[in-house]
């Protein structure tokens, strides 16, 4: 059996290469992480196997799971077997994505001081190259249509649009007592047989349809992850439409019943130096104030919202062929763009990017990010307030030990298609956890 290693013990307790007296705010290239103990997690594909199919009879584990017993405790080990086996499609992947890996090797590190949170991560990406492109779409015939998107979708795999979608690194957080069944069961107590891309998955316009989810409420159009407390009944079906009401929920986010969700991802959050900040309850929800970026289809219109500005790129409006997934070609920053011009005559070909950066505000801009790309192994450095007192944060502290997940999407995919930790554990300070975050002195 693997054990889920850790690399190397921590050589020295002075892990600042700060010279002089102890600054106020530590910024992450003054920490020195050579000195801070790797720990290295294998990331396994999942597949369909969702919260409803690990407490079925399909799953030999069930029963132990149904008391409480936690994966790694029959798994450890079994991730590189397990991972092959449902990424080729042999079990729980009825689309399996050709040539696709079964496992990615993560690195994590971590400190933490008064204040802050530091999260160094590492893994080689399928292609060598980083997955830093994003959606596109193309005018054709006459109508913008998907030209770019991930390799879950029909037209990708039939050929009539192209695969392009960013990389990504998650992390999934509990603070032990507020969501329980993360402890035991990580990732598995958010995913069901009714999110998008799963068997169940219902129409759209059931769920704008729904009073909670939907038009009147949350303005959804599908189903993302949630956790089963949210809901008064589930079965092997999921239970997304039966959700408690909109107090109870609101009661659970007061009460901290909710699991937080760093995302950065590499087109959407990196260039502006961060990373996402999610939360689960009910939905797979953003935090408050304004993301790294913004949607730049108009799905109601069938069109951009934004277009290059021509008066600083040379009189061009859209990209090209030859812009497509290029690191040269000209972003939609806002120095870039202006609102889309309907009137213009758009040529055959011409190309837009569907989303586009901009400065993140408020709690949603919680994870500050640096990451680099080298020799096809991306490195992220995540930095966010132990404390940040937002009311869709869970607040950490030194001292304490908590359950955590990971994961990687990675090679132009998104939802299932990506790669999970078992339930894992973090703690701040001490020694018995699979990612133990040093005190920085
Ligand atoms: C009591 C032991 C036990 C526990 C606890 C357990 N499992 Fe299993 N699981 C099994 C057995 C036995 C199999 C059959 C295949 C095998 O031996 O790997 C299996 C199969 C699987 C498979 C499919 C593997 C394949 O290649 O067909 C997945 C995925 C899986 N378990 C996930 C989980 C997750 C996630 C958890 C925790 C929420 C969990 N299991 C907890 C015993 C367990």
């Known amino acids: 059996m693997k054990k889920i290693r850790v690399l190397a013990a921590p050589t020295a307790f002075s892990v600042l290469m700060l010279s002089g007296g102890m600054a106020q705010a530590i910024e992450v ?13 294998p990331l396994f594909f999942p597949g369909y196997s969702s919260y409803q199919w690990i407490h079925s009879e399909e799953h030999d584990g069930a029963r132990r799971v149904g008391e409480g017993r936690d994966c790694l405790s029959c798994h450890e080990g ?4 397990i991972g092959a086996r449902i990424a080729s499609g042999e079990v729980l992947e009825p689309h ?17 001081d008064d204040d802050h949170l530091y999260i160094r991560t590492s893994w080689d990406t399928a292609t060598g190259e980083p997955g830093q492109f994003h959606e596109y779409v193309r005018f054709t015939d006459g109508k913008w249509v998907e030209y770019g998107t991930h390799r879950g979708k029909e037209v990708v795999a039939s050929g009539k649009a192209k695969a392009s979608y960013e990389d990504r690194f998650s992390m999934l957080v509990g603070d032990g007592t507020g969501v329980p069944e993360f402890n035991d069961m990580g990732c598995w107590a958010t995913c069901h047989n009714d999110m ?16 909670l989810l939907g038009d009147e ?4 159009s599908d189903i993302r992850k949630y956790l089963p407390a949210t809901r008064t009944a589930m079965d092997e079906t999921g239970g997304w439409a039966e959700t408690r009401t909109r107090a109870e929920i609101d009661q659970m986010k007061t009460d901290g019943a909710f699991l937080d969700l760093w995302q950065w991802r590499a087109n959407r959050s990196n260039p502006v130096d961060f990373g996402g900040d ?8 953003f935090d408050a104030g304004k993301n790294a970026w913004f949607g730049n289809w108009d799905g109601g219109k069938g069109q951009p919202r934004h277009m290059l500005d021509p008066a600083v790129n040379n009189g061009r409006m859209a990209l090209t062929e030859a812009d497509f997934r290029n690191p040269a070609a000209p972003t939609l920053n806002a120095d870039n763009r202006v609102p889309y011009d309907p009137e213009h005559a758009w040529q055959e070909g011409d190309l837009m990017y569907k989303y586009g950066n901009q400065q993140p505000e408020g709690s949603a801009a919680g994870n500050a990010a640096t990451a680099s790309f080298e020799g096809g ?8 307030k132990l404390n940040s007192g937002n009311p869709d944060d869970l607040p950490l502290a030194s001292g304490n030990t908590y359950p955590v997940g990971f994961a990687v999407h990675d090679d ?12 894992l554990t973090m703690s701040l300070g001490g020694t018995d956890a699979h990612v133990n975050a040093v005190s920085l002195k």
């Open 29 to 41: 290239d003054q920490i020195d992480w050579s000195a801070i103990p790797a720990t290295e997690i």
């Open 78 to 81: 079994d991730e590189a077997e």
């Open 96 to 112: 399996p994505i050709p040539g696709k890996r079964g496992l990615v090797n993560l690195t994590v590190q971590a400190a933490h």
């Open 196 to 211: 998008r891309f799963m068997a169940n998955a219902p129409k759209s316009a059931e769920v704008k349809a729904h009073p």
């Open 217 to 220: 409420g949350l303005k959804r």
């Open 278 to 285: 999610d939360y689960v309850l009910e939905y797979r929800l």
């Open 377 to 384: 192994r991306w490195t992220v450095v995540l930095k966010r």
């Open 412 to 423: 132009s995919t998104t939802a299932r298609w990506h790669y999970v930790s078992w339930p």
